[in-house]
């Protein structure tokens, strides 16, 4: 008796309701970082380090500024001078160093006020300045400044040590005296205030655009 042949098995059937509703999300594929993406954190971290170093140098070495007391002396009595410097100096940048003389006498004044620098480091003295003040008919309670704008001449090696400045006063029909010798230090890294404009320029410029800078370093954000 013949063998009956088995009827082929019908492929299954997915049925599924009318207003069923199908999500499809797309992956897209992983695209590496370009170079930028790479090296932006670096760029960040470099950029605040740098602020923060040049932060700190400017307050330190800078922005600090000394007003000791008046200087007087008895052989000069009509005379009262007051200095404002700088704490610290560098080698290869300018300075300025201000000299108000006020007349603490009861009588007319007229003299010659000179800032005389020491002899080491090199004091340059700008073109467009003087250290010598003119004091023509001052009267009682009377008051000039002289504003000393110099320069150290930048050495072939680095900075260290001491600018030294002396006050000398003389008034006419009256005495001539040498006040108290001044001491500024002199910072180790010449050129510091240069540095400072060079780097703090393009930071405060960088603080202007910074919103552009953000979308740029920060697209997600």
């Known amino acids: 008796m013949a063998k009956r042949a088995a009827s082929p098995v019908p492929a299954a059937t997915l049925t599924l309701p009318p207003d069923t509703v199908f999500k499809v999300q797309v992956v897209p594929p992983d695209k590496p970082p370009d170079a930028w993406e790479r090296w932006r954190p670096y760029v960040v971290w470099a950029f605040r380090a740098i602020l923060v170093i040049s932060g700190l140098m400017w307050f330190f070495w800078l922005q600090p500024v000394e007003y000791p007391a008046p200087l007087t002396d008895p052989g000069l009595p009509e005379l009262s001078i007051t200095l404002t410097y700088p704490q610290y100096v560098s080698i290869g940048d300018e300075g300025t160093i201000d000299l108000s003389v006020t007349n603490v006498s009861t009588r007319t004044i007229s003299g010659t006020l000179v800032l005389a620098f020491g002899d080491a480091p090199p004091v340059r003295v700008r073109d467009d ?35 030294e400045f002396t006050p000398r006063a003389s008034i006419d029909g009256g005495g001539s005296v040498d006040y108290a010798t001044q001491r500024v230090d002199v910072t180790f890294v010449p050129l510091v ?23 740029r370093l920060f697209p997600s954000q």
């Open 129 to 163: 300045s003087a250290n010598v003040l003119k004091v023509e008919n001052l009267p009682p309670g009377g008051k000039q400044t002289l504003s000393v704008h110099y320069s150290l001449a930048l050495a072939p090696t680095l900075g260290g040590g001491y600018l």
């Open 193 to 215: 205030r240069t540095m400072l404009v060079i780097v703090l320029g393009p930071a405060g410029l960088a603080g202007l655009f910074w919103d552009q800078i953000k979308k």
